[in-house]
């Protein structure tokens, strides 16, 4: 149990430490899709944008954190 | 995985929302019934879907040099089946569209198709090839599957819009951004799932004989 829940912290404090420095492949894709058709324009923006970094790791931290409360509490249910 | 906002064209956009619109639909059914049915069920519900929300939140690094993040669509679907997991899957997408900007609501549809029905479809499958053989081994690959195939079918989706010279040549080029990646990505995830699986969901599983 214990050595399941030490993995998964650091698997979230890896993803954490090295968010900023390496690109995500989405972004990767964006620019191979530059490359295969110079031409295309992005035909629709994103309605809202998170105003900064910080708000935007705010809104997964948020995703993650209603996720893992809902495990949490099943399994301490559970655990009773 | 998710295909950038406006970054598919629109007949693209439109193709992708017409092959996910009727099986989120028949999910969210399916899902409204499951939980009225039982209660056991519900909680159940819950678990997959909370799996999902937490694994697609953590953007990982991985050997390529680049980040992705994982589906965690292969618990909701050995549970489920795929219509559930796609319903689910929706819901993610939706949030991580409208809040985060990322995806868009122009490829949900694709996106859907992608991480949501098609993924989970392939996890599935390998669920049901390999589970009398051995269901530890079938959960493994079901999860695994899931969450590589989710970027195989986002390669193949770019690749179709995109295709260059070739679709094929295309599809390469996105296979070595996305599926490259996600290997060791879906490995994690399976061995995480697998823990939550035997750990928590087997006992009720079993008991209650809950499979789709």
Redesign the interface.
Known sequence: ?IR?LS??LS??F??AV??EE?????E???E??AE??PN?E?????????PSGEI?TF???L??A??????GY??GK?RG | ???????L??MWALFWYIVAVPIVAYGAYKTWKLIKEDEKKK?LV??A?????????????SV?????HPTGTGLAVVLFGPAVTAFLSSL?LL????????G???TLGANITSMGIAGPLVGWLFYIAFKRLNHTLAVFLAVAMADLFTYVITSLQ?ALA???ESVLK?FE??LA??AV??VPLAV?EAI?AL??FK??VE??YLAKGVAA
């Not at chain 2, 879907?49 to 690094?61: C, E, H, Q, R, T």
């Not at chain 2, 949030?95 to 990322?102: E, K």
């Open positions: 149990m399941i993995f998964l698997l979230i890896i993803g090295y968010a390496w690109a995500g492949a989405d990767l894709a964006e191979k899709i295969i058709d295309y992005p035909w629709f923006e994103p309605i809202f944008e998170p935007e809104f997964f931290s995703q993650a209603v996720g893992a409360f809902i495990l099943y399994i559970k | 995985m998710h295909i950038a906002e406006g970054f064209p629109p909680v819950a678990v879907g909370a799996f999902i929300f937490v694994l697609s939140a953590l953007k990982m690094p390529t040099g680049s980040c992705s993610v949030y991580q569209a409208i809040l985060l900007a990322h868009g609501i122009t770019l995109f295709p260059g295309s080029t996105f951004i996305f990646t996600q994690i995480v823990g939550v750990y928590f006992p009720v």
